[in-house]
């Protein structure tokens, strides 16, 4: 579920579009009066070394790979939309 920023108007979403590209989000829906930006991420380094050191040996990368990709599919959604 993505969570809502709503502007006044489509100048204003157009900054705040901006803003979001800058923090690592990608648009992946824009129409008219919104658009749907999610943050593409692989997870943080530190975690990913944390799950290597642990589990690297039993695992083969395979819980590496697997955290990658929970973290993938699962990353923060905005939706921005224009009030009326």
Do not use: C, P
């Amino acid at each position: 579920m993505a969570r809502i920023r709503r502007v006044d108007d489509k100048r204003e979403m157009e900054r705040v579009i901006d803003d979001f590209i800058t923090q690592g989000y990608k648009v992946k829906n824009q129409g008219e009066r919104s658009t749907l930006m999610k943050k593409k991420t692989w997870g943080s380094g530190g975690t990913h070394l944390i799950i290597a050191i642990l589990t690297i040996w039993w695992t083969l990368g395979i819980g590496n790979l697997a955290y990658a990709i929970y973290k993938y599919f699962t990353a923060e959604e905005v939706q921005i939309k224009v009030d009326e």
